[in-house]
């Protein structure tokens, strides 16, 4: 069901209504002492106007700033009134209000194996508001509870098909990747969540951490694992500087190195550009041989 918009009008002259019809009614009754010979129009007109007054005055009502009322009439749908201030529509319409501010909840900590196997607790805090009022009061049969448990569903689904942590930058991890997997996120829920007409504004990871039972041995594996990932990095740097060095010494004509001297250069480079310590230099007053 699509949200449409009601036939409503300004409720200030149905105010002036009403108030008029009780006016008019204490009027009749007045006259009632002064007309004996026919004492009962008087006084079945002030009740017909008393009712008049009633009716017209049932049907004000009040929207507020970011909210919107859904009209039905005898269970049917007739539309939504999104406009603020004193509105009046058919008093025999029932009027629901709904808000329409944004909205905001943390899942639970729930508890997965991210894509690699690993026993993983994570949450996210979700932004959403209600933009198709009729989606949401008649297609499912609470629109929060329904946000609340499909946002859970997409997060447990997003952990399942990335690993908590990456080396390779190539690929998308929980906790390297924020931005990205909060954009994922987003997609995933706003895809849930669309049967009930609320739109996602922003997802994001609140909580991510390993399974306390496999936490010390995950840390453990991190640290190698940045460990190795600098090494490799800093071997990487070193080549690529050991190479520069012989290249330039070559094309400058500085000196002449055979095979053996530039094994020893490459040797002794290495170990400088490698090394967790700073290197003690040794100075060679005679030859190489």
């Not at 008029?20 to 007045?30: D, P």
Request: with cysteine; charged share 20%; aromatic share 6%.
């Amino acid at each position: 069901m699509k949200e449409r918009t009601a036939i409503a009008s300004s409720g200030w002259l149905a105010l002036l209504l009403g108030l008029g019809s009780f006016g008019a009614a204490v009027f009749a009754f007045a006259q009632v002492p002064h007309h004996p010979e026919d004492p009962t129009m008087y006084g079945v007109g002030g009740v017909g106007l008393i009712v008049l007054g009633i009716v017209v005055l049932i049907g004000n009502f009040v929207v507020g700033p970011n909210e919107a009322r859904v009209l039905t009439f005898f269970g049917r749908y007739t539309g939504t009134v999104r406009d603020q201030g004193l509105r009046w529509a058919n008093p025999f319409t029932m009027k629901r209000a709904i808000s329409l501010r944004a909205r905001n909840f943390e899942t639970a900590k729930i508890k997965v194996n991210d894509i690699e196997g690993n026993p993983i607790e994570i949450a996210a805090v979700v932004v959403w508001h209600v933009v198709d009022t009729a989606q949401a009061m008649f297609d499912v049969e609470s629109f929060a509870t329904f946000v609340q448990m499909q946002a859970e569903s997409a997060v447990r689904n997003l952990a399942m098909h990335h690993p908590y942590d990456a080396h390779d930058d190539s690929v998308v991890s929980l906790r390297g990747n924020s931005d990205q997997v909060a954009g994922l996120l987003r997609i995933e829920v706003n895809n849930r969540v669309k049967a009930a007409g609320v739109e996602v504004v922003d997802a994001r990871i609140a909580h991510l951490a390993y399974a306390p039972e496999i936490a010390q041995a995950m840390l453990q594996r991190q640290q190698a694992g940045a460990i190795i990932a600098a090494r490799t990095r800093i071997v990487e740097g070193a080549v690529s500087m050991v190479e520069m060095a012989l290249d330039q010494l070559a094309k400058r004509g500085i000196v002449e190195l055979d095979a053996e001297r530039k094994a020893t250069m490459v040797s002794n480079l290495l170990v400088v550009l490698c090394g967790e310590r700073s290197t003690q230099p040794v100075i060679n007053a005679g030859t190489l041989y």
